[in-house]
């Protein structure tokens, strides 16, 4: 048998509109009210409609943001980019922290379907394309900070690659003869494509150069830098794989006593807002992050009304070079 | 009459297990097979009773995160400490930025409610007592960088008044005798304490001194300090309520080419990663922002576990003064 809202507003003994209010949970109900509402329904078995009818059809109006790492300031102002513009189409957003960790992806998009998100953005995703798919189905879902080939998804992006070319072509233009990159960690999309840059323009160059694995933490710049600038020949020039990293190398030199940008020039990547306040103010490549998180939601709000999906958008930025005092050599 | 996923089965043409991949969306299914089942589901106004009867004793698993802001980097570390506590214990966090204002934080706590949020953790709310209250009502709740007496809240934070006076006397004991102190958003409740013990730290000794209003902002304290910097007679020690507006005190100063610590003290406070990074080195209040951030979420697991809701849970972290150059006159 069926049980409507009349049988548990009998038997939780309160009104019929009292049972609404707990169950849309606005006007006030007592606790004591709501505890004896809640316990009728549950004792009926009594399933409120308008939600179940919200969860056959999927309408949470919730996404799911997976980002590698919140206290990163970057990924903060993507992560404020797309709450600002989610929050003004009525929908929330459940905050998850990946890592770069693939199996941390998994777990969350598992977690993310388990709580009928109805769509996904992922941000500097490290999974692979065949994860992905699977990561993808059957939610709709954008990708920031990677490029994808994948039919039906979306991505927004700025071209790491080109970005990494003009941080090194900058840097030779400098006269650097004797070049390092640290990298971001092995599977991030964004530091593979800066490092394929990096490459690119030291190919065009007759310069010496090295690379150095980091892992886009301020703490692993800091340590490369303590190596490469205690050999018997360091690097002239460093191309920092994101803005922290180079902040590490900034501090490196500072307590090396060498002397930036007299004896070495150093450049980042993301522009984040220490970027211009660290001593000496730090040249890197610009990305919107705040714009970039914004327009990701936009684009997931339009896939999710789109029944197909087949489309496959992507927004592209332009990678633009910041020219500051850590490279400014007279 | 009621259906059972065996009617959904066969109006979608699949088997049991297949609708129950869908339900619970685990295990492969076809986006076609998908639709046809969520189609069938919604034709025959089946509920997954799984979910439903999550739905009716509110066990969804999530909790709220109200901050003011998540790209201000103490606030970004505090969810990241949310976040881990919460996933370590199958919890999603959902992350609201209420940019400290009431109507914000109530549009939130209403929209949470609607989400059967399970619990809410609000970072330095500005909303008053009695709207405290209402918001409250019935989730559990834990206040970050607030003391609340509300029977039945908890709070974590450290002692702001305290920590604001340790922050005064020092630039007193460095010499200081016109101090100005840069205030944060007018109804913070951590502004409000932290300016109540620059009061006490001046009332005790015979300085001149003033209060400008910033709002945690880097660029407010920019302009509070090109406006101070530019008197006839200039401060010569700054209390900034936070480090970002305390970092653009260090770039108005530089801008004006004042030297600091030489001509100008300048103390901030939270001791965000940035801190020690700026030039010249930032003194300022360490708050524990990530352990702040676990533990509260800790609390809030405590609280949705325990039914009576009575007891009143308090976490205080000692204010601790980080010294750095930009207070070290000679």
New interface residues.
């Given amino acids: 048998m ?1 049980h409507t809202i009349k049988d548990v507003a009998k038997l939780a003994g309160v009104g019929i509109a009292t049972v609404s209010r707990v169950i ?3 006007g006030y109900v007592s ?1 004591d009210t ?1 505890k004896r509402v ?1 316990k009728a ?2 004792e009926l ?5 308008p ?3 919200g ?4 309408k ?3 996404i799911g ?1 997976v980002i590698p ?3 990163n ?1 970057f990924f ?2 993507v ?2 980019g797309t ?2 513009a989610a ?1 003004a189409k009525g929908f ?6 990946s890592d770069w960790k693939a199996e941390r992806e998994k777990m969350y998009s ?7 998100a109805e769509g996904v953005i992922a941000v500097g995703s490290r999974s692979s394309e065949s994860s992905l798919r ?1 990561l993808i ?2 939610l709709p879902m954008v990708f920031v900070d990677r490029f994808t080939m994948l039919p039906g998804s979306d991505s927004v992006w700025s071209d790491n690659k080109k970005g990494g070319l003009l941080a090194t072509q900058h840097l030779i233009d400098m006269g650097c003869r004797k070049l390092a990159h640290i990298s971001g960690p092995t599977h991030s999309p964004a530091s593979i494509a800066r490092q394929k840059g990096f490459l690119l323009g030291i190919k065009e160059a007759n310069v010496s150069w090295e690379i150095v694995k980091g892992d886009f933490r ?1 703490r692993s710049g800091y340590d490369a830098g303590m190596e490469l600038l205690t050999r018997d020949v360091p690097p002239d020039g460093i191309f920092a794989g994101n803005d922290l990293m180079a ?1 590490g190398i ?2 490196a030199a500072a307590s090396l006593h060498i002397r930036i940008p007299d004896d070495l020039l150093v450049i980042g990547y993301d522009n984040i ?2 970027a211009e ?4 103010p730090l040249s890197t490549v610009d990305q919107p992050a ?1 714009e970039m998180g914004r327009i990701a939601f936009d684009m997931l709000h339009k896939k999710m009304q789109d029944e197909t999906r087949e489309s496959r958008n992507v927004r592209e930025f332009e990678p633009l070079l910041i020219l500051r005092e850590s490279t400014n050599r007279k």
Same sequence: chains 1, 2.
């Fill in positions: 069926t849309n949970q606005n606790p709501a809640m329904m549950a078995d009594f399933t409120p409609s939600l179940a009818r969860l056959v059809s999927r949470t109006a919730t943001l790492d919140v206290a300031p903060a102002e992560a404020r709450e600002d929050i929330t957003v459940i905050l998850c922290n598992k977690l993310l379907r388990q709580k009928w699977e189905d059957p301020y902040v900034l501090q807002a220490m306040y660290v001593a000496p705040y």
